[in-house]
């Protein structure tokens, strides 16, 4: 079991067109950092940053070069990928992995180029691949952070729309027999809830849902499921705002339908949000 990741790092985005998406995230109310480059790969993003984690919207800008198997999956559609987890110390979690069991590969350094208007910064991280048996229905590596004060400036931290970080992330699966076993081995006992049609798992302030088609029309009430076949799918992204009202009326000035938030979150749909379903809540 691992004590040493915190959280989730960030969601990842795919997007097939890098620049609408940006201004379909700003359309939305986010501030967007400055477009960044992975070197050594073909692919480019541009970073919705919150004081604790953050979105990525990431597409291909090289097709000859590295892509991490993004060309695969926007093969197939857009919208939320995966997720990075958080850790302060990616040697330790290897150690704690490899107690679990857990064959992680790495820690491997990563760099990307940030195109500021003072300058190229260089934010480095280590990346820590995990095997699929051990998240599975959700593909996800550990990140941590080796130059946070490179991509967390003041600027980027403050959202038209009110946002104020992640909740988490809700996945689409056909059956949860197994998830809550293999969860378990990675964050514990008492990170991990399960019913028949859901299982939750809960590390740090984070939440990742996994549901059944009944499970989510309990969870996402109105959300239609993707098919069977197209499971495991990552279908909602959940982000925490100051004040859902303001959030909504935001909104709805930039012509964008939130729905009732008499349930206490408002909803956008895939095609305001680049092919995921957007939930924002208070708090």
């Not at 400055?34 to 990431?58: K, Q």
């Not at 088609?213 to 996402?220: A, N, S, T, V």
């Not at 930039?254 to 009732?260: L, R």
């Amino acid at each position: 079991m691992s004590r040493s990741i915190l959280g989730i790092d960030h969601a990842l985005v795919a997007v097939r067109d890098i620049e609408a998406a940006r201004v379909a995230y700003r359309r939305l109310g986010f501030a967007v950092s400055p477009r960044g480059s992975h070197i050594g790969w073909g692919t480019a993003n541009y970073c919705i940053m919150f004081p604790d984690d953050y979105v990525e919207l990431i597409g291909i800008i090289d097709s000859s070069q590295f892509t991490n198997n993004l060309d695969k999956f926007l093969a197939r559609r857009e919208g939320l990928m995966g997720l990075a987890w958080a850790t302060r110390d990616a040697a330790a979690t290897k150690a704690e992995l490899a107690q679990a069991g857990i064959a992680g590969d790495g820690p491997k350094d990563l760099k990307r180029r940030l195109e500021l208007p003072d300058g190229t910064a260089l934010p480095a991280f280590k990346l820590i691949y995990l095997p699929q048996t051990a998240t599975p229905a959700l593909s996800s590596f550990i990140c941590q952070h080796l130059t946070p004060e490179l991509v967390r400036r003041p600027e980027w931290l403050t959202h038209a729309n009110g946002a104020i970080g992640l909740k988490g992330i809700s996945v689409a699966v056909a059956s949860v027999e197994g998830l809550a076993e293999a969860y378990t081995r990675l964050f514990g006992s008492g990170a991990v809830t399960r019913t028949d049609d859901t299982v939750s798992v809960r590390v740090g302030g984070h939440l990742v849902m996994f549901a059944t088609p009944d499970g989510l029309d309990m969870l996402h009430p109105g959300i239609e499921p993707p098919s069977v076949s197209s499971m495991p799918y990552p279908l909602v992204m959940t982000v925490r705002v100051e004040d859902l009202a303001k959030t909504a009326s935001y909104l709805e000035r930039k012509g964008v339908d939130p729905g009732s938030i008499e349930d206490g979150s408002a909803l956008v749909g895939p095609e305001d949000s680049v092919g995921l379903w957007l939930e924002f809540i208070g708090g």
